[in-house]
């Protein structure tokens, strides 16, 4: 059973404006939230977290947000760059010594035009 | 600084033989993680290794996969008897662990297993 789900496989954005990139989870145990981003050829790259204590956190252009009772998560990058083309994918795990256990969503192909 | 570094990028063996893949974690990172990532599907942890703790193996789908970690260094992930559903990209990860389970992974660009 698929526990992270980016329902979107794909998202395409003009240079300038927002991306928002969406992923829902099913385990309510999950207090742990991350976004990764990935190149072609290479491993995924950390982009932000959240921990379940908060509803947002913003790292620069990058902000993510927690809504804990819809068990859903997202992504907003602003302004989109076209060097953010690339895979998306949001991880979670739960707590204690399973927080590097990360379970991770099948990803989002962000294209964002000049 | 090097990053972690999987070997081989591609690897290609008939249904039924065995394959080791090979993670070279970033130098001082004492946790090494090992996922894959099926066609059209999330990474999916296998196991990890932390210190000198025992491996947590809950991830790893069957007993035909086992992995070692050397010297707190390489780490070997072995398949026996692949089947054709073990085909999937494998990934690596190391972290440095100072902070604990949360710190951040740092990802191989990981091995393509393809079992004909």
């Known amino acids: 059973d698929q526990q992270v789900k980016q329902n979107s496989p794909s998202l395409s954005v003009q240079e300038g404006r927002i991306s928002i990139l969406n992923c829902d989870y099913t385990?309510?145990?999950?207090?742990?939230f991350l976004w990764y981003k990935k190149y072609p050829a290479e491993g995924p790259t950390f982009l932000i977290s959240i921990s379940s204590i908060k509803d947002k956190n913003e790292d620069g252009r990058f902000t993510v947000f927690l809504n804990k009772s819809a068990k859903h998560l997202s992504l907003h990058i602003v302004p989109s760059q076209p060097g953010d083309s690339a895979v998306y994918f949001c991880a979670a795990s739960r707590g204690g010594t399973s927080y590097g256990k990360l379970t991770f969503g099948q990803g989002t192909i962000l294209t964002v035009h000049p | 600084g090097a990053g972690v570094s999987q070997s081989p990028s591609n690897k290609v063996t008939e249904k039924g033989k065995d394959v080791e893949l090979r993670c070279d974690p970033i130098s001082g990172h004492t946790a090494l993680y090992w996922y894959r990532q099926s066609l059209g599907q999330g990474l999916e942890f296998l196991i990890y290794?932390?210190?000198?703790?025992?491996?947590?193996k809950s991830g790893l789908p069957s007993d035909r996969f086992s992995a070692e970690r050397t010297g707190g260094s390489v780490s070997t992930l072995t398949i026996q008897r692949t089947q054709q559903e073990d085909s999937a990209v494998y990934l690596c990860?190391?972290?440095?662990?100072?902070?604990?389970?949360?710190?951040?992974?740092?990802f191989g660009p990981g091995t393509r297993l393809t079992v004909l």
């Open positions: 385990n309510s145990m999950f207090d742990y």
């Open positions: 290794f932390q210190g000198n703790s025992a491996p947590d």
């Open positions: 990860a190391s972290s440095p662990y100072e902070r604990g389970p949360t710190d951040t992974q740092y």
